[in-house]
């Protein structure tokens, strides 16, 4: 099964198949396609499985995303970061899948979601004077991500962009770099106004969130192609929860990005 450049499926079983098989997928003397045999009692992964899980992960981060804005909980915005990144941590270094941890994660992202809508909302309607246009500029971030995800998903069923092992080395060392100066400029902002400027609302600002989307895009590619592969593979169904939490990483990634860039437009 070909890598993902995002690490929630860095532990999807791999090496040619279902219970092991390495026969799976190649075609027999007849030319068929040979079916996995049944060496183990786990049901297979179908498609049915990953839609389902992540229906219920995106549930919960919806849910609690809403209480947290209407509650106006901004104050968890950084408990709630650190949080999701030590679960996010524990389920990608996990080699069974835990629906409690995905459940638990979701929870904890949509509180950080809720929380960093409510500052960039009240940060807009203060910037433009207008009450309420936080709000919309938050629907336009939400249709944005919704408008992204189901695009690269007919992107990637038409074929228009393959995925290939050189595509997917890209992406993944260009979140890496990206994820690097995201570091660097967090530790900057530390010693000089606005760090390296990769977060003040400015031309580089604009430029550096349009390269987050752009990655955040491509990587739906990686995922749903890690997905497929898992499905054909035929590897137990419980593993659709470890699909759920790698789409919904994205996902987090992409609307913040947006909402993020949709600020800068309505800034000051």
Same mark, same amino acid.
């Given at each position: 099964?070909?890598?993902?450049?995002?690490?929630?499926?860095?532990?999807?079983?791999?090496?040619?198949?279902?219970?092991?098989?390495?026969?799976?997928?190649?075609?027999?003397?007849?030319?068929?396609?040979?079916?996995?045999?049944?060496?183990?009692?786990?049901?297979?992964?179908?498609?049915?499985?990953?839609?389902?899980?992540?229906?219920?992960?995106?549930?919960?981060?919806?849910?609690?995303?809403?209480?947290?804005?209407?509650?106006?909980?901004?104050?968890? +915005?950084?408990?709630?970061?650190?949080?999701?990144?030590?679960?996010?941590?524990?389920?990608?270094?996990?080699?069974?899948?835990?629906?409690?941890?995905?459940?638990?994660?979701?929870?904890?992202?949509?509180v950080f979601l809720g929380a960093f809508s409510g500052i960039i909302g009240k940060l807009i309607d203060r910037w433009t004077l207008v009450p309420?246009?936080?709000?919309?500029?938050?629907?336009?971030?939400?249709?944005?991500?919704?408008?992204?995800?189901?695009?690269?998903?007919?992107?990637?069923?038409?074929?228009?962009?393959?995925?290939?092992?050189?595509?997917?080395?890209?992406?993944?060392?260009?979140?890496?770099g990206v994820a690097v100066l995201m570091l660097f400029n967090l530790i900057m902002s530390f010693f000089t106004v606005g760090g390296l400027g990769?977060?003040?609302?400015?031309?580089?600002?604009?430029?550096?969130?349009?390269?987050?989307?752009?990655?955040?895009?491509?990587?739906?590619?990686?995922?749903f192609d890690a997905a497929d592969q898992a499905i054909r593979a035929g590897v137990p169904a419980k593993y659709a929860w470890q699909i759920a939490?790698? +789409?919904?990483?994205?996902?987090?990634?992409?609307?913040?990005?947006? +909402?993020?860039? +949709?600020?800068?437009?309505?800034?000051?």
């Amino acid at each position: 099964m070909r890598s993902s450049s995002n690490p929630a499926f860095r532990n999807l079983p791999t090496g040619g198949g279902y219970g092991g098989y390495a026969g799976f997928g190649q075609p027999d003397q007849a030319g068929y396609q040979q079916a996995p045999p049944p060496l183990t009692s786990e049901r297979p992964m179908t498609i049915d499985d990953v839609v389902t899980k992540t229906g219920i992960t995106l549930a919960v981060v919806a849910v609690t995303a809403v209480v947290t804005y209407l509650m106006q909980w901004s104050n968890l +915005l950084f408990p709630a970061a650190i949080i999701g990144l030590v679960l996010g941590l524990i389920i990608s270094f996990k080699r069974v899948p835990s629906p409690p941890l995905v459940i638990a994660y979701a929870a904890v992202e949509g509180v950080f979601l809720g929380a960093f809508s409510g500052i960039i909302g009240k940060l807009i309607d203060r910037w433009t004077l207008v009450p309420g246009q936080g709000v919309v500029v938050i629907g336009q971030a939400i249709i944005g991500t919704l408008g992204v995800f189901a695009g690269m998903l007919v992107v990637y069923k038409t074929g228009a962009i393959r995925v290939t092992p050189k595509f997917t080395k890209w992406i993944t060392g260009a979140i890496i770099g990206v994820a690097v100066l995201m570091l660097f400029n967090l530790i900057m902002s530390f010693f000089t106004v606005g760090g390296l400027g990769l977060r003040n609302g400015g031309t580089l600002a604009i430029i550096f969130s349009l390269v987050c989307i752009g990655l955040a895009a491509f990587s739906f590619l990686i995922d749903f192609d890690a997905a497929d592969q898992a499905i054909r593979a035929g590897v137990p169904a419980k593993y659709a929860w470890q699909i759920a939490f790698g +789409l919904t990483v994205t996902l987090v990634w992409l609307y913040t990005e947006i +909402l993020r860039l +949709l600020s800068y437009f309505n800034s000051d």
